[in-house]
């Protein structure tokens, strides 16, 4: 689990937050709320979550309720690995 | 029949005529025929004079597009009041001030935003009066918050108010360079010119089904809910969760047999990137309007090789004119063009010019701004006179002339090509933004000593924003900071796509913010 949230948390600072103090983007961080991720940051992440981990996203999972924060993606990766 | 002179009419024939016949689809919600929407409408239209609205006022509409808010938008204009659509998704500050601005009299909003906006509006020293809807979803929670109020005290039946074409329909609320939003007042006179010139244009007919994409805030909203309306059509609501998913908007599309689709183009390329498109039935679509931006022609010429049989039009226009002139794309689109299409010729309804810096017309196909006049052209910006007059050019014959702040010119065939702008607006996802917005809003932050923000161009977005940040006593803030409280004061489209922290920002030699040199920075 620690490792998926690492591995997403990763990613969102190298493609999105660029120079960002990795300190700074917790587990809780509000991303779409935010004004982090906008619909098309959005999309590049559920494509990176896709491949990464072999996985298929329900359209209706794609939503503020599901990948607002790094521990909502890391519960449905999960979820759907079992 | 004669033609219809203002918005309510539209409704009140086709419903006479076609009472059966499906108005408006909510997908996973309901439908509504028109016969119902006409109905639901007067009810609103008898509440709302009961609560004191009279012609000339103003009512906001503060909900999801919905079948709700539609007939909210009828019930409004059958009073001879305009209405004032803002966006559910922006901070409740924002909603409140533009309630405030335009000193509504009524607001019909769902309870869930209640709280925050009656907080912000107290503390402004308005009240307007609130009709709650608990929720939206196919006209069944803007029933029973009628059928509660009726239980209270009935309200009496009153007559459809007959406005005169020069009275105001709506109130489009449009970024503000000083830090506040600006009201385009628009009457039923700019409406009506314009959905007859899409009759024209495009020739609807009742078995059409149109997308309405856009938000009921945003000018392409006026094509989607007055076109097909007027036109006995079928009008399909795409909600905002939907509307900016390819994987789930494609199979929405086909499903509901959509024949007519009106978006920005950044949707469209969505569609074309991440909508598997090959999978499913577009057979029914024949027309694609798309308009608010340049569509790079990487992505029209992808969406074009998935979606070859409709017609293709690049609309363009100001809020403060809508569609003023329009361009048919040629297909097949020529593998080795890269540059985008022209914006095209002017619309009937209207008369276009070009003119220099000193206010000249311009005949020899040079670069100039170019001015738009005739019955589309708004009326002026809500309560700043003075902005309004800046606005507009008045000629020799006294003819008012709206200068767009677009820079064009002429192509061989008199088409006008959009080079780009006089001032410090860009575009982005099809919305207006004002870099002085988000300078006015970054200002607000305790820390910030300089804000800067500006437009860089970029293949792939259009266009990114970027701000420059100074703050106080040497600290920065953290990016994720700089984006909440963005997200906090601004909607969504304006928050910046990168931040930038320098000790100073760069001074020109008169010490204002050098903007070339900051462009340039890294």
Sequence with gaps: MDDIKDTIKHYILKEFLPGENPDDLLDSTPLITGGILDSIATLKVVAFIEERYSIELQAHEVDVDHLNTIADMADLISSKKQ | MKAALTLPQLLTVSSEVAPEQMAIDEPTRGEITYGDLDILSDRLRDRLWAFGVRPGDR???????????????????????????????????????????CEVKVVILETRLEAKVREELTSLGAMPRFLLLEGTGAGVPLRETLAREDALAPAPKVETAIPTPDDLAYILYTSGSTGKPKGVMLSHRNAISFVDWCSEAFTPHANDRFSSHAPLHFDLSILDLFVPIKHRATLVLVSEEVGKDPARLAPLIADKRISVWYSAPSILSLLAQYGNLERYDFSALHTVLFAGEVFPVKHLRALYALWPKPRYFNLYGPTETNVCTYYEVPTPIPADRTVPFPIGKVCSHLLAKVIDEHGTEVTDGSEGELCISGAGVMQGYWSLPEQSARSFLTDATEARWYKTGDIVTTDNEGHYLFVGRRDRMVKRRGYRVELGEIEAALYRHAMVKEAAVVALADAEAGVRIKAFLSCRDGKRLSLIEAKRFCAEHLPLYMVPDLFSFPESLPKTSTDKIDYQRLKEME
């Design chain 2, 59 to 101: 009512v906001g509409i503060y909900m999801r597009k919905s079948i709700d808010a539609v007939a909210a938008i009828f019930g409004i204009v059958k009073t001879g009041a305009a209405y004032v659509p803002v966006d559910p998704g922006a901070p409740a500050e924002r909603n409140a001030y533009i309630f405030h601005n």
